[in-house]
């Protein structure tokens, strides 16, 4: 099983939200969640995907520095291991097993929206 890890991320430029991290190919492919993580079935949430991060950032609480990249708090919110139920380019489906996080996820493109949207089975 492969790594995930959620960020509680308090950023000077871009605010309160959550950063979702999928280890994936020796990297954890990543998106915002400006409105937090979907916990309920049926919720559906805005996933804007940010660059991939070092395996590294599985750890990672503290602060960034003003003027680098995502500047401000950051604490881990929950972390843990997944299985991948598919991976392609418009559609992920992961089942988590975290600390707070568990069950069915889908990370699904919307070409009509030209977005990802986020939510529990």
Known sequence: MNKFV???HQA?????HHDLRLE???VFKSWA????????PGVRRLAAPVENHDL???KFEGKIPRGQYGAGEVTIWDRGTYET???TDTKIE??????KLHGEYVLRWMEKMNGWLLWKR
């Not at 000077?12 to 309160?16: E, L, P, R, T, Y």
């Not at 969640?33 to 309920?40: I, Q, R």
């Open 12 to 16: 000077i430029v871009a605010g309160w």
């Open 6 to 8: 959620i960020h509680e």
């Open 56 to 58: 590294s950032y599985s």
């Open 85 to 87: 139920e598919s991976w």
């Open 24 to 26: 994936r190919k020796g």
């Open 94 to 99: 992961v089942i988590f097993h975290g600390r």
């Open 33 to 40: 969640l400006p409105k937090g993580v979907p916990e309920e």
